[in-house]
Nanobody
Framework: QVDLVESGGGLVQPGGSLRLSCTASGTFVRIVVMGWSRQAPGKQREFVSTITTGGATRYGDSVKGRFTISRDNAKNTVYLQMNDLNPEDTAVYYC????????????WGQGTQVTVSS
């Protein structure tokens, strides 16, 4: 089992920046992919970004060019640098990890609120 703890959410003005962090702990052989999704009120969960152990990244269309994902494999931590935020980015951001123990499994964090408002 992998536990994920997110941090870094909060209230920011439009055009501002935030950096989210997520650290994994628990029992696993290795973490393959870490990433972020988000869910705004009344909307379905939306893919934001992923990063592999080797550093390959993917981004959702709505965040390309504004968000940057990075990862510290030694610390089992993934980061999401969010720039030029707008009110449509307001959501609960969830970290997840695809990991190998005896089989491949997936864990999700509890979420961290990001609110973009003036």
């Amino acid at each position: 089992q992998v536990d994920l703890v997110e941090s870094g959410g909060g209230l920011v003005q439009p055009g501002g920046s935030l950096r989210l962090s997520c650290t994994a702990s628990g029992t696993f052989v290795r973490i393959v992919v870490m990433g972020w999704s988000r869910q705004a009120p009344g909307k379905q969960r939306e893919f934001v970004s992923t990063i592999t152990t080797g550093g390959a990244t993917r981004y959702g269309d709505s965040v390309k060019g504004r968000f940057t994902i990075s990862r510290d494999n030694a610390k089992n931590t993934v980061y999401l640098q969010m720039n030029d935020l707008n009110p449509e980015d307001t959501a609960v951001y969830y970290c997840y990890a695809n990991f190998l123990n005896t089989v491949y499994s997936e864990s999700w964090g509890q979420g961290t609120q990001v609110t973009v408002s003036s």
